[in-house]
Nanobody, 125 residues
């Protein structure tokens, strides 16, 4: 089992920045990838970006160039740095972990076995 805890959400004005953290514990050596997803009110949960152990991560087109995922291996923590935030980035942000590279692609929710509880990000105009 892998446990994930997100933190760092909050209220920010458009154009501002936030950094979200996803702290992993448990069988972290089993983790192949950690991704971020987000769900806006009344909408489906969407892929944001992914960090993978064996290849480069990638991002949704909507956040490319503004969001960056990084990892601190000593702290077993993955970060989502969000710059140039827009009101449409308002959502609950979730991190998720998967233990294998096979099966669904890295942007598919069904490929992830472990999920955090989510953290709210609100961007005001």
């Amino acid at each position: 089992q892998v446990q994930l805890v997100e933190s760092g959400g909050g209220l920010v004005r458009a154009g501002g920045s936030l950094r979200l953290s996803c702290a992993a514990s448990g069988r972290t050596f089993d983790v192949y990838a950690i991704a971020w997803f987000r769900q806006a009110p009344g909408k489906e949960r969407d892929f944001v970006g992914v960090w993978r152990t064996d290849s480069m991560g990638y991002y949704a087109d909507s956040v490319k160039g503004r969001f960056t995922i990084s990892r601190d291996s000593a702290k077993n923590t993955v970060y989502l740095q969000m710059n140039s935030l827009k009101p449409e980035d308002t959502a609950v942000y979730y991190c998720a972990a998967r233990s294998t590279s096979g099966g669904p692609t890295s942007d598919a929710q069904m490929g992830y076995q472990y999920w955090g509880q989510g953290t709210q990000v609100t961007v005001s105009s």
